[in-house]
């Protein structure tokens, strides 16, 4: 069964940082595409970053990149998700998602973690 775990979210100030964790199981984490996504009150869910450690590449959509790195522990089957400077427009739920390659599409993500919540407090 494929699992995935988020944790690591919580309250922080506007400035700060915080690490994301997603833990995965139930799949070769080599070939898979991992993406983060977060989805704030009242909006729609969008992807921040993707990587797929078989070959090696990493996404970030545009306002991200800079303050946000993602990063895997192949001994660990685990992602991160770095974040830094958060701002208070970064608060929502964050999800990680399993998908066969790093895609634009949701819809391509078939497995979904039950997601964590960030807060950035100004």
């Known amino acids: 069964e494929v699992q995935l775990v988020e944790s690591g979210g919580g309250l922080v100030q506007a400035g700060g940082s915080l690490r994301l964790s997603c833990a995965a199981s139930?799949?070769?984490?080599?070939?898979?595409?991992i993406g983060w996504f977060r989805q704030a009150p009242g909006k729609e869910r969008e992807q921040v970053s993707c990587?797929?450690?078989?070959?090696?590449?990493?996404w970030y959509a545009d306002s991200k990149k800079g303050r946000f790195t993602i990063s895997s522990d192949n001994a660990k089957n685990t992602v991160y998700l770095q974040m830094s400077n958060l701002r208070p427009e970064d608060t929502a739920v964050y999800y990680c998602?399993?998908?066969?390659?790093?895609?634009?599409?949701?819809?391509?993500?078939?497995?979904w973690g039950q997601g964590t919540q960030v807060t950035v407090s100004s």
């Open positions: 139930g799949f070769t984490f080599d070939d898979y595409g």
């Open positions: 998602a399993g998908a066969r390659y790093c895609s634009d599409y949701e819809t391509d993500f078939g497995s």
């Open positions: 990587t797929r450690r078989s070959d090696g590449r990493t």
